[in-house]
C-alpha cells in the first residue's frame, strides 16, 4: 500500500475542503452583507469555485500526460563508430605478452616496466619459496629515445624464467622512473636465490641501463603490512632527487614512503581504517611541485614535502576511478549511479529498477583542493547490437582554444576485435558540445583486460599538431588518432537527468491519482449530500403533515 500517496492525498482532499468551507462561510457573509447594504460587488459562489479549480486542474493532468516522452538517453551506437581514425601501427615498447607494466615519460625518451604476474611465492614478507614457483615469472624494463628505439634493456621474455637477475636475486618489475640525476630505480618483487627468501625489493639502476643495487624493504622496517602480496606498487619520482612509492595490498592497508637521493625512506603515510577490499585498485599515487596526491577509497589526499597532510579532498556525490595532473590542475574522474522510474500505467511507475549511469569530471586546484571546473555527462543505457556498452572516463586533454576532452572507454564488451573509445567535447565555457565514438581497432582479450585492472585505469596521452598520440600501457596498444578526421555527434545531448526524470514521472502517476480521488471524494460527497437532503426534505414534509393534521383537530 502506498501510504505516502494515501497522506499526500488525505492532506490534499482536507486543505481542499477546508478551504472550500472557509470559502462558502465568506461567500454567505458578503451575500449577507449585499443584501443588508446593497453592494453590488459579488463573489461567485462555492460551486462555480469548485467547477473551475476542478476543471483547472483535469486539463493540467491531461497535457502533464500529453506532453512528449521524457528522453531516457539510450545511445545507440550503429553507424556511429568511426572507422580509420585510428593507425594500426604500434611502438616496440607495446608488448601484450606481459600482463602488467607501468610507462613513465622521462628526459630523452621512455621508461618502461614489464611483469608476466607469475612470481607467487607465499602470502608473508619473507616467505620461503616451494617448489621454485619464481621460475614461472618474466619481467623486463626497457628505456626507449624519443624515437622509440631501446637503449637497453633488462630481463626478457621467453615463455618463463626470464626475470631480472641481479647478485643472486630475481626481480620482478611492476613500477619504475627516472630520478633527478638521470638513474632509474624500480619496485617490485625478489627473491633471494641463496635463500629462496621473498619479498618487495627497489632495484637501482645507473643512466647507462646498468644495475648497481638491490634494496630490500622490510616490513619491520618500514611499516609494510603484515600481508605482502603486494600485488599493486607505484613510483614517482621527486624534485628533491628522491622518490616515492606507494604498496597497496589486497588483504590490509596501503602505505605510501618517501625516500631521498641516498634511498633512506623520510616518512610515510597509511591511510587511516582499513581494509581496502574493492576499492584498492583505483588507488592511485601522483606528484607535482613537492606535493604528493594519494587517491584512497573515495577521497585525495595531497601530502607536502613533510608528509603531512595539506588539505583532502573527498566525494559523496560519485565513485572516484582515476585522476590526472594536468595544466596545473589535479582532474578526478569518476561515475555515480543513480535510480530512476519510469511510468507502467497511469497509475503505475514501474517497479523494476532503473539504474542511469552519470560520468563526472572535477578538475580540483592542487594547492587546496577547491573545485575549480566540474563536467557530466550522463546516459541510461549504450548499446552495439545486442551488446550493452558502459563507458568509464579514464583521461582528460585540451586543445589550442580552450576546450576539454573526456576520454572514456568501454569496459563491458565482449565482441572481438573491437574496443570502443568515446571523446566528449566541452567549449571554454564547459558547455558540452558534443560526442565522438571510434574503435581501438585491435583484439580485446584477457590481457587487455588485466593492463587496465592492474594499471589503476592509468592512461598516458599527448595531444598535439592535430593529433592524439597514445602511449597506454592500460590499452596495451600505442596508437595515433588524427583529431581533425572526428566526427562529433551533437545528437547525443547531455540533458538527460535520472532526477529530474523520477520527479517528472512521479508527479504525473501523483496527479493521476489525485484527480481519480478528488473525483471519486466528490461523488461520495454528493451522494452523502443528497441523502442528506432527501432525509431532510422527507423529515420537512413530515414537519409538514404533522402540523396540517395538528390544524384540522383544532378546527
Known sequence: MDWVFIIIA?????????????????????????????HTKKMKSTLTVLLIGLISFTLFVITFNFLPVLDEHDIDLENRIQEDVMTTTTKDYNNNIFKIYDFKFVDGGYVVSYSNDQMWCGWNASDIC????????????????ESGIEQWQLGGYYAVDINIEYDHYQFDARSVDRLNDGSFVSIGKYVDLDTEEYGVALLEIDSFGTMTDLVVLDEDDYNLPEYSSHQYYEIRSTNDGGFVIKITDYYDIGIVIK?????????NYIPEGFPFYDDYFVTM????????FVLERNSVVALDETGAIAWVYSEDEFQLMSMKLYDGQLYLMGESLTEFLRQDTLFQQDEHINIATKIIVDAIDITDGSIVSSFTFAYNDVYLGYEDLHIDPRDVFQDDEGNTYILCVDTRITLDDLYVLYII????QNKYQGLAVFSGNYGYNDSNYYHTAYMNYRTDIV?????????????SIHRTVDFTSLIFYTDIDDHFSPEFISTIIYLRVLFNKLLVTTYVALLISFVLIQLRRERKIEQWKKY???EQEQWKRKE
Open 10 to 38: 488525505a492532506t490534499t482532499l482536507f486543505i481542499g475542503g477546508i478551504s472550500l468551507y472557509l470559502y462558502q462561510k465568506k461567500y454567505e457573509a458578503r451575500v449577507n452583507e449585499a443584501l443588508l447594504h446593497g
Open 285 to 292: 599515487l601522483l606528484y607535482q611541485d613537492d606535493m604528493v
Open 544 to 546: 409538514e403533515f404533522d
Open 425 to 428: 567535447k566541452y567549449d571554454a
Open 130 to 145: 616451494t617448489d621454485d614457483a619464481y621460475l614461472n615469472s618474466s619481467s623486463q624494463i626497457s628505456f626507449y629515445d
Open 463 to 475: 595531444f598535439e599538431n592535430g593529433l592524439i598520440d597514445f602511449y597506454t600501457p592500460t590499452f
Open 259 to 267: 625516500f631521498d637521493s641516498d634511498f633512506e625512506a623520510e616518512w
